[in-house]
């Protein structure tokens, strides 16, 4: 079992940046892929980027290549999603999700999700 709890959402003009983290629990949280995820308003949930548990493996989707970088600390139980050149569309709610499988960029397989962190991008 693990548990995932998101921070660093926030207010941001666009062109600045923001760090998400992704906390979690476990013993084995290094054998477990994270996966970023967002929701905008009446929107479905989207992928953002995902990690391999070892690090060595990312992905990202088209509209953040480039601008966000995902990275991971395991013998701090955390991943990151260093999110730079915001534009006022990636405003959403983001999710960061655990599955201990391999990285996949499908939502519904992940297993463990935390409850979002709100970021905001003004133009």
């Known amino acids: 079992q693990v548990q995932v709890v998101e921070s660093g959402g926030g207010l941001v003009q666009a062109g600045g940046s923001l760090r998400l983290s992704c906390a979690a629990s476990?013993?084995?949280?290094?054998?477990?892929?994270v996966g970023w995820f967002r929701q905008a308003p009446g929107k479905e949930r989207d992928f953002v980027s995902y990690?391999?548990?070892?690090?060595?493996?990312?992905n990202y989707a088209d509209s953040v290549k480039g601008r966000f970088t995902i990275s991971r600390d395991n013998a701090k139980n955390t991943v990151y999603l260093q999110m730079n050149s915001l534009k006022p569309e990636d405003t959403a709610v983001y999710y960061c999700?655990?599955?201990?499988?391999?990285?996949?960029?499908?939502?519904?397989?992940?297993?463990?999700w935390g409850q979002g962190t709100q970021v905001t991008v003004s133009s």
């Open positions: 999700a655990a599955r201990s499988g391999g990285p996949i960029a499908t939502p519904r397989l992940y297993d463990y």
């Open positions: 476990g013993r084995t949280f290094g054998s477990y892929t």
């Open positions: 990690i391999s548990g070892s690090g060595g493996r990312t």
